[in-house]
């Protein structure tokens, strides 16, 4: 059912005019009584006596949600707009605003298209009437059936539309405009022009909005800080949400800061606080009758990131994971927790733990019926799975020979191989599949293979760029402050505590990797000057894989 909240106040019968200068004025229309309601089998004796009938009954029915009635009306009401649109644009805009509305709450296929029709009508009439308030409503909602119908682009460039027409100094004082299209930049990964469009308006976000609208705002800049991997100026706009959540009783936005904020401190290695934040956020979980499950699962990473913490770690995925199967309705968040699971459980070495539970997140992941939030979590799981089964093979370095657990490897083969092809198929790439892929070539005796993936590695930790983290994996902005390693002058990091988490965490960990990176940046820079030759690079690659992954029996 739709929301009454969401319509203004526009259904209230109005007199209407001439239909055209030269034609004399039609007596005012009648009023229905509250019983009163136009008869379906009278559409095709109504002339312009019965308008205001018309009208009076369309609003009625819209005011009630009766959408199938509205509809029953559409093709009088759609005669009687092209009528007077012209000349009365103000009611023919309220016309088509309830048959958009109708269309889009009935939810029919083919419901969506139409809406947008009719709401892209009502934008035409309503610049007629000169009713800019009503021309920003039904913008709104008109971008809000072009994102369901898949055509973000559309709605993004209404944004840019409406600022022209009807200026930004008028946009500035609307945060539903605002926020409206910020959230559908957000969600469409156009995060630098959501941002760029609330920081141009952050004056008046800060002096002449509403603490509501304040405080939804700076979640958004929040969450847009995070996802450039810039924690602390997501920090910075949590902090100044949380107290204006906390003064408005706004208890989800309150507890949404909490949360995020214990998160964005673990990044950047402020564990104390992190955790801090994360219990106020559980006690404000079991306050307001909720099960604490996003809580556990943020608090079982910051865990997850402390050496020697990892047991506490999983204790907390644990109950998040109880949480979840109580609902016996497998979601891609319970297999992202199972993922969690499996690289706490091969941290500690718990080999059998970490395979069951990656492949319990593998089998939710196959089920899940959005093939692109399916395919996402499946690549992530079989990204750990692929790590763990190397591990568990390198942990058995002193079988040596036929004694190998061959097996072990294919299997990481494998779930790398189906990773590297999700990547391509999505035009990106995980540097890092590269590196899992060489060393399992070189395990199984493929030297040659293992030497040109190695060498692909090399060349795509270049081509990622200066603000690619070799922690997290991510490109962050352009602008990011990143940290560089000193020694190999390869490596970067997005904060502190990637640095340090990179330093040793995994077998390949950068403080096994950074003399081999240091090396062969120097190489390269001396095959450049002709001061050595490829042989020189062949020679350090096959350096690399005697020394750092040969196997020597303990």
Not at 486 to 501: D, F, I, M, P, W
Request: proline share 4%.
């Amino acid at each position: 059912m739709g929301k009454k909240s969401r319509r203004p106040n526009r259904n209230k019968p109005k007199e209407i005019p001439a239909v055209a200068s030269h034609s004399p004025p039609p007596p005012p229309p009648p009023v229905a009584s509250p019983q009163e309601e136009i008869a379906t089998d009278d559409f095709d004796a109504l002339d312009s006596n019965q308008w205001g009938l018309l009208i009076d009954t369309l609003a009625r029915r819209s005011f009630s949600e009766d959408w199938a009635g509205v509809l029953e009306l559409e093709s009088k009401a759609i005669a009687m707009a092209t009528i007077i649109g012209h000349a009365v644009p103000e009611v023919a805009g309220m016309i088509y605003y309830n048959l958009a509305t109708a269309h889009e709450e009935m939810g029919r296929e083919g419901d969506i298209e139409k809406a947008s029709v009719y709401y892209k009508k009502t934008v035409e009439m309503a610049k007629k009437a000169g009713d800019n308030d009503m021309v920003t409503e039904s913008v709104l909602r008109l971008s809000e059936c072009y994102v369901k119908l898949g055509r973000a682009q559309e709605a993004m460039d209404l944004h840019k539309s409406l600022c022209e027409e009807l200026g930004t100094d008028r946009i500035r004082k609307d945060p539903k405009a605002i926020l409206m299209f910020a959230k559908i930049l957000k969600d469409n990964d156009e995060c630098p022009r959501a941002l760029e469009i609330l920081e141009e308006y952050l004056e008046a976000i800060e002096s002449s909005w509403g603490k509501r609208e304040q405080c939804r705002a700076y979640g958004i800049i929040s969450i847009l800080y995070t996802r450039k991997n810039d924690y602390a100026k997501s920090i910075v706009y949590l902090e100044r949400q949380l107290p204006i959540a906390k003064e408005t009783k706004d208890v989800e936005s309150e507890g949404d800061a909490l949360i995020e904020l214990g998160r964005n401190y673990g990044c950047i290695g402020d564990y104390g606080n992190a955790m801090e934040y994360l219990e106020q956020s559980l006690a404000l979980d079991f306050e307001r009758g909720a099960d604490g499950r996003g809580t556990y699962c943020a608090m079982g990473d910051v865990l997850v990131a402390q050496e020697g913490r990892e047991k506490e770690a999983i204790l907390m995925f644990l109950k998040c994971v109880g949480l979840l199967e109580d609902n016996n309705t497998p979601s891609d968040f319970l297999g992202r927790v199972f993922e969690k699971l499996g690289n706490a459980c091969t941290k500690i070495k718990a080999w059998d733990d970490a395979i069951a539970y990656l492949e319990k997140g593998l089998s939710i992941a196959e089920s899940i019926e959005d093939e692109g939030l399916g395919f996402e979590l499946k690549a992530a799981v079989q990204k750990q799975l692929g790590n763990t089964y190397i591990e568990k093979f390198d942990a058995e370095e002193s079988l040596v020979g036929p004694e190998r657990n061959v097996e072990l490897i294919r299997k990481a083969v494998f779930c790398s191989q189906e990773v590297y092809t999700y990547y391509k198929s999505k035009g990106k790439l995980n540097v890092d599949i590269l590196l899992d892929l060489a060393q399992e070539y070189y395990f199984l005796g493929y030297s040659e293979k293992a030497h040109t993936v190695l060498k692909g590695y090399l060349d795509a930790t270049v081509k990622m760029g200066p603000s690619y983290c070799q922690a997290c994996h991510q490109t962050c902005a352009k602008d990011a402050i990143m940290k560089k390693c000193s020694v190999c002058k390869v490596a970067r990091y997005c904060s502190e505590a990637h640095n340090l988490q990179a330093w040793k965490e995994g077998r390949l960990c950068h403080k096994v990797m950074c003399p081999f990176l240091k090396r062969w940046r120097r190489t390269t820079e001396a095959i450049k000057q002709g001061k050595e030759t490829a042989y020189s690079l062949d020679e350090l690659l096959n350096d690399f894989f005697e020394r750092v992954l040969a196997f020597k029996p303990k």
